[in-house]
Structures are given as C-alpha cells and as structure tokens.
C-alpha cells in the first residue's frame, strides 16, 4: 500500500499485489506528488493516518475510514457510510440520483433495451460521492477490471468495493460541496473535450438511412421544414458487408458527392465504426491489421474472433500505441478522404453476439500493452473504449478538425475525447424518465457532452416475450424533445424495425411544436456553447442536478426529475401524460419562461401543455441567446449574478475564445466588451429583462436612452417593454439602469 497526495484536494492510495507488475490507468491524467508516511499525517485541511491495511483520513470534519483486503484475486475496499449520507454519481446507472443502498456492477454492457434498474450498462465509472450534513467527499476506485459497488445494501453502515485485480488507486477527493468533488475529479480524470459548435445542432439518425438518396432526401426535408442546425448521422448499412472504412458501392454510388452536398445545404455528416474488422483476407484494414500485428489475440497467439456485424470479426488491440497510431490513420484517412465530419462508436464494451449478454469476456483474450507485457481482458475490459476514444480522437485532430466523437462506451476519463449517448433506451413513458437519471448521474461524474437517443431507440423490451410494442406516441415524442433540447447532445435515432420518427413523422401540429422547441433550442445556443467552454475550462457539469446548484436545500438532495442548465435555468420537465406537473423551485424568486410570471421558492402546480416544459429563470439569471443572425440577446432576471459568454470560431482545435463578461445587479446590467474578440462579433446586444411593470425610464452609461421599437438597423440605444419584458438595445461595453 502507498499512500500519497496527488495534489491538495486529492488523496491516492494504491494498493498492489505483491509481485503484480503495475499497470498504468487511462483514466487518470496526474500522478501523485508527496508520499505519506505509516502514522499521522497532517497536511492542509487534511489529517490522514495510515496503518498497515487501513487509512484513516478527517477532511472538512468527515470521517472516512477505509479497510483494505486481498483474497482470491480480489480487493475489497470497506468504508464507513452515515445512515442519512446520500450518494451521489457511478456514471451511467438505470437508478435514481441518490444512488445509496443499491449494489452495482462496474462492467460494460451492451445493454439492449434496458430498463430501470438494469445493471451494468455500457459506461462504468466508479466514482462516487457521499454527501453528510451537506459536506461531500469523493471516491473513486481506479481499476479497468469488473468491479462491484455496495453502498450499504450489505450493511446499512457500510459501503464495499470488490474489485477483481491485482492492483486498485483509491482515491478520496475532498469537497466540501458537491461541486468542489466533481471539478476535483475532472481535475486528475481530465478536462472534457471542446467539441465543435456544429455538435450541439439538432442531429438525425436512424439504423440506418440508406441509399444515398434517402440521406439526401431526409436533409432536403430537414432544411425545407426548417428543423435547425444538423447532422445525419450514418448507421451501419452504408458500409460493403459491414467492413469498416469501406462503403456499399450500390447503395452509396457517390459518398463524396453526397458528403459535399449535405455540406453545401449546412448538414454534417458523422459515420458509425464499429470495433469488428471482418475476417477477409482479401479486406484490406484486415490484412493490415494482421501484418501490423494490430489484433487482439488468444493467449496462444491466435487471432481473437468474436461474432460482430460482418460475422467472424477481430478487434483492434487499441491497448497499445502502435496499434492506436494504426488506428489514427485509418480515421484519419477516412475523414480526408471522404469530408465525414464526425465518428460515432459503438459496440466498443466491447459487444460481441457470442459471448453472454453480448458482451465480450475473457480471460483467454488477452491485449499487449506498450511494454509488449500481455494482459487478459479481464483486467482491462472496462477501458477498451477509452483507448479506442483515444486514438479515434487523434485520427480526427490529424486532418485539423475539432474531433467530434460520439461513443457508447466508456470508463472514467472518456470526457476527454468523446461526448456520451445513454445507448439503446426504449420508446415508453419510463425511460423519458429514466434517461433523465441516467444522464444526471453521467453529468456528474465527469461526462458533461451527453444526450440519450430522442423519442426512444428500441420499440419492444427483451423479456417481454419480444412483443413489438411501437408505444412512440406524438405526445411522448414532442414530450422527450421537451427536455432534450437542454442537453447538449440533440439526437432522434431509432432502431432498425423502428416505425419513422423523425420530428415530421407524426403530422403536422407535432412537427410545429418540435419547431417551436428546436428554435428555441437553437435560441440557447451562445448558452449552451458557453457552458462547454465553462465545463472545458474548469469541469462543471453543462446540465446539472437541483442539488449540484442548491447543495444546502435539504428538499432537492434527492429531485432527479428536474435538472439546472448550467446556474441559471431549471427545467421541469413533463415525464407523463397530462397537461400540469408540480415543480419543486429552491428558495428566491424564479420567473417563468413562457409567461413571466415570478414564483417563490417551494412546490407548485405549473401549467405544461404540449410544446411548453416548465422552464424557469433564477433571479440574477444572465442567458446569452441568438435573437437573430449576428444578434446577440441577453435574457435576464433582476437579481445578482454574473455570467462570462465565451464564442470562438466554433471549429479550429485549440482557440482561444472571445469571452464577454455579463453582471446584474438589482436592475443595473453590465455588458462588458469583448476579450480577445474575433473579427465579426456582434457589439450590439439585446437586453431582455423580465420585469413586472413598465419602468419609467432606462440609462445607460448614465444617458436617458428613448422609448422607441428597435429599427431594422442596428443603431442606437433603445428600449420598450412588452408582455413583461423590457427590451433594451446597446452596444457591448455598457452600463444599464432601469428605473
Ligand atoms: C447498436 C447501437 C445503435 C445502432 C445499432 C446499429 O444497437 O446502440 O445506436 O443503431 O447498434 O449500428
């Protein structure tokens, strides 16, 4: 065992087998500083006492006491949980936020249809958070290998970890909020990705649009209903025999013409790859893969083959760089080749149709590592998809693109390259809120580009006889829009049997009310864009639980069925049939979005009719928005607050943004001019304040500003008020008094 500090907040103790060689984690991206030694330790704020298998640590005023064991290839991590502690995090999970008294798996899954409380899915992350009397503290136990977490179902005192390695990092990461823990563990897991301004446009799939014709037919229609910024996505059908990096020469003639027409309308393109290199000797990645020595191979040295998509398939042996830098170039090469914008992964838990639940397992199987040590997957099975991420996301940067990747799998660190989709749900009332619970526990635990699969994947639940149940209904479908357009990650995809879903295919009062809700979304995208230049930055969530926001509101520990768009907007959404739901508002004043009307904190029956999510503002709200081209508007709620808009040019790698620094005070708005601005950003600005009568006159930088309805042309300040909102116009570097 060896305890040290990885910096202040953090503490690590690694505990090794005797005689295990040690295996570097991909998940972690610092390495310890100071070592500790066996006795009493006291550093900063913490006091750390190490024994010989137990640490005794008292941070923030929290007890945490951690008994380590081995046996039988297994370590167990005992710790001492509080009755009333709440737990928080554990990545992707069918439960509830507050994840105390449920035992869970660490062990990606492909997961097909599943439904709460279903475990594992496809991400594993153990980290989690314990939160007593309002302090938290982080835990996360750094092993690739199957892992299992109870967190008091055992014993009501008690949490476990079990881990089957030889070698677990342990770390506790101090809070004390909620907020410190999760940007603490960003902090040694990694910054998440700044994925281009395209990635959060409202994105089409389907398994799988084909020929040719039919994608371009879909982005015609896309564009003449008006349906927002897009992306289409390309399932497994455009592919030669399901042979990665090749295409079907019947159905898709013509990719490249095809790619630059969509371009040409403003629609990205992003093609699935899977994991499976079919068995083909005259394939030619096969034939590259087997003379690179690139595969994954038995502990006989034979090829590993696993059924995929093409049949017999071998897997990319991504544990290793020669093989990663192989991979690179097959991305690279076939983003140069044919313009595809983006690479969605998938199948990459690994899956595999035989092995049981799909889903490869193995000791036989074994990868090689950079020191050419060879390795069973069992011990490494949960980061296959990190590496796999990892060299998928240099492929892109290689050809100077901003990669963007979505993946379905995933360990602690996947933040780094990937945005994350919550897999195969189901077109029912269930999961529009049980994606909620997933993403929130996903948002939390260090994945912040998310998005679960809009209006429902799968059509029929295993298990129930396999009856084909096509319960996606117009209400449930404009409902799940409702609450998507707030994540980050925007995709309506169904499966392969799955009857249209496209926003269009229920008629046309649930196409206009998608409309309605995509505009809106396209409204929030200088929001949206800055809370992943913010979630880059420093690790904050983008879309957040009430208790992230209101750690000391004892009432919102536990509300996963409301979630915060970054500080500012709560949104309520409606997660069953009807046309009203109570909402739960944490103490202040909150304006309604629709309707403007200020509520107190505490419970009420809102309005929700279809088209309209109870949205609500907290006062001191400061949300950029795009009013119209170049036009960049402020909706603001009287109040304290601060808020720093950040633009760049949405698709170079590592740009410096343009940032501008908003602050409300009372009725008093500063905009502040822009840092570092790129050319053509727009130096008027919309104020849109909610107030609840007329004023009697606004200033800004101390000049009385005319009543007068905006010209066309931008030119000087002005203001008037309608349904509850004043509407002032002025240029960036101003100062703003209503009265
Ligand atoms: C998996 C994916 C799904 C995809 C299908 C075909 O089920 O999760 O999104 O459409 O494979 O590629």
Redesign the pocket.
Known sequence: MRVSMVNDDVLRISVVKNGHKYRESPAVVVKPTVDLASGENKIGPWLVKVNEDSVHVNVDGVEVNLRFSYSNGQFTIRGNLGLADIVYGLGEKALPLNRKRFRVTMWNT?A?GYRYGSDPLYVSIPFFIVTRNHVSVGHFADSTARMVIDLGVERGDEFTVTVNDDQVDYYVIRGPRLRDVVTRFIGITGKPALMPKWALGHQQ?R??YYPQGRVLEVAKALKDMDLGNTVIYL??HYMDGYRIFTWNSERFPNPRDMVKKLHESGIKVVT?V?PYIKVDPNYQVFKEGINGNYLTLDSDGGLTIVQG?PGKSALPDFFNREARDWWSSLIERWVRDYGVDGIWL??NEPAAFDYPNHTVTSKVITHRLDDESRVPHDYLHNAYALYEAMATYEGLRRTGRRPFILS?AGYAGIQRYAAVWT??NTSNWEHLKLQLQVLLGLSISGVTFIGA?VGG?AKYVPGDGGSRLFTLTPELLVRWYEWAIFFPLLRN?A??ASPDQEPWAFGPRALELIRDLLRLRARLTPYLYSLMWISHINGEPIVRPLVYEFPNDDEVMNIDDEFMLGPFMLVAPMLNSGTSREVYLPGGEWVNLWNGEVLKGGYHMVDAPLGKPPVFLKSGSLVPTQESEGVLGILAVPGDGEFTVYDDDGESQSPTPSTLSLRISGDRVTVGDWANPMPQLPTTVILKVYLGKEPSKVMVNGVEVPKARFSAEPGQPSWYFEGRLINIRVKVGSETIII
């Open positions: 492909d097909y799939s398994y799988s399932d497994i699935i899977d998509w998938d199948m379905r897999g195969d699969d994947f995809h499966d392969v």
